[in-house]
């Protein structure tokens, strides 16, 4: 870049600080960073700061925190044009006056290989699908959900066993990467965004709280990537006959054990996990958490919970 390009960049949890680094380390100009509000966090409530707020302050870099973007909440940003808005995970849409502000529009960097995914939680879907293979796209924004032309794609294959949280943090490198890759041809205009077609096309709604307690009819294979999909939120529960409720942070599944047993019964309670019958195959559970308690490997658990002969419901 023979100039500083001077760049607008909006973000907010961990999954765009990787990009925000990137961009720190070329000779671009960063105007203004925009994120999300500081919101009540923890058992206290008290305010948090977003992830991209922490890093882009460390660094001396201007913050805005609009809670909406009406026409006039930027202030004084808007009195100069930048060259490119780069979004990462903002969490609020783009109006139309907001794409046209940048002289070459916003792009974004987003968690799947568009066309596939697109919407809020592209990585947890991609797992409940059973999909092998994910990735990122960076595209140009347009008003439609994710439907923008897109400059480039890179992929990953999904490791067996591996959570939402593991897959976030490889995806977040992945996506710095191809930003910086293309960041400079970019603004020079000589890479043009590709559209994504109509043949493909998933969508990836949000995940809510609602979503974490389990279903012992649905099969093993399907709880299995709940419980990968929801490690780190929103954790997947089982809840017991008695009422009692915990946390299932890992599980596998028990392809060797054929089973007849009701849905949600606990078949076995030993060193190895606690396997619990489903609406087909076993599902034997590793990790879990009590109620204020820490997370625990299934033996701990037991130690004070035994939990052989009884069932969740």
């Not at 979004?87 to 916003?106: D, K, M, N, Q, T």
């Not at 999909?229 to 946390?247: K, L, T």
């Amino acid at each position: 870049m023979s100039s500083a390009a001077k760049i607008v960049f909006a973000g907010t949890p961990d999954f765009a600080v990787p990009s925000l680094r990137l961009l720190l380390s070329t000779d671009t100009d960063i105007a203004v960073v925009l994120t999300q509000p500081d919101r009540p966090a923890g058992r206290g409530r008290k305010l948090a700061q977003s992830p991209v707020k922490r890093e882009a302050l460390a660094h001396g870099l201007d913050v805005c925190q609009p809670a909406a973007l009406a026409p006039g909440t930027l202030g004084r940003h808007t009195e100069t044009v930048p060259d490119l808005m780069v979004v990462v995970a903002y969490g609020l849409l783009l109006p139309s006056w907001l794409l046209e502000w940048p002289r070459l529009g916003a792009i974004n960097v987003h968690a799947s290989l568009l066309p596939r995914w697109r919407g809020a939680a592209p990585i947890q879907h991609a797992i409940l699908a059973g999909d092998t293979e994910t990735g990122v796209s960076l595209m140009k924004i347009e008003s439609g959900l994710d439907t923008g032309p897109v400059y480039g794609r890179r992929s990953l294959s999904i490791g067996p066993g591996e959570s939402a949280g593991a897959l976030h943090d490889r995806l977040a490198r992945l996506g710095a990467e191809l930003l910086g890759d293309s960041l400079a041809e970019i603004l020079s205009g000589a890479l043009s965004p590709v559209p994504q077609g109509d043949e493909g096309v998933t969508y990836a709604p949000k995940i809510a709280k609602a979503d974490a307690p389990l279903d012992w009819t649905q099969s093993a294979v399907e709880l299995e990537r709940r419980v990968r999909a929801f490690n780190p939120w929103p954790v997947s529960e089982a809840v017991s006959a008695d009422g009692g409720r915990v946390r299932i942070w890992e599980a596998a599944l028990r392809e060797d054990r054929p089973c007849t047993r009701p849905a949600g019964a606990v078949i076995a309670a030993n060193e190895r996990g606690i396997d619990v019958a489903t609406g087909e195959g076993v599902l034997r559970i590793l990790k879990l958490q009590p109620p204020g308690g820490r997370v625990m490997a299934a033996q701990a658990y037991l130690n004070a919970h035994p939990l052989e002969g009884t069932a969740f419901v």
